[in-house]
């Protein structure tokens, strides 16, 4: 097999995983870009738009569209904060935090599935390779280059998030 049919094979494989959480999330109610907001949230607390857009490499107005849509639908909420009310803070609610921790549940599911099959040994030697391969590659772009490229053209497209 060539190095340009393993390529292909590993982006293959990536956006087949991919698809399937799309699908979960979807299924579970979730559109595009929530997740990564709800688990954030659930792992460090309530925060600001900007704290979330700085994680998430994206723009305020792109995390503020995502904000509005999760708070109609009970996931988060949106308070003042006191010390600076032209600021405002983001928290989960219960109902995002249960929506998210399924859902969670149901992508290391998907990962499960994912690896079935490999042992301990051959996940230790999987993710070996995986960094030598992003080592390679870090002297043509950095990890935070290449996110901050995909997220930016992410932004561009018209995303499900976006119809109000």
Partial sequence: MSLKEIVREMNRTMFMHRYVIHKTASASGLYYGQPPILEYLMENGECTQTCLA???????????????????????KKVADEGDLRCNRISI?????????????ECDSVDKQLFAGFS??????????????????????SPEEAINYFSRVSEKKPKEDNAE
């Fill in 54 to 76: 700085e994680f998430l490499h994206v723009s305020p107005a792109s995390v503020a569209v995502s904000i509005k849509r999760m708070q109609k639908s009970g996931l988060v």
């Fill in 93 to 105: 609610t219960p109902t995002g935090k249960g929506l998210i921790s399924d859902f969670r549940k």
């Fill in 120 to 141: 301990d040994e051959d996940i230790a030697q999987f993710r070996s390779y995986l960094e030598r391969l992003r080592g390679n590659i870090s002297d043509l772009a």
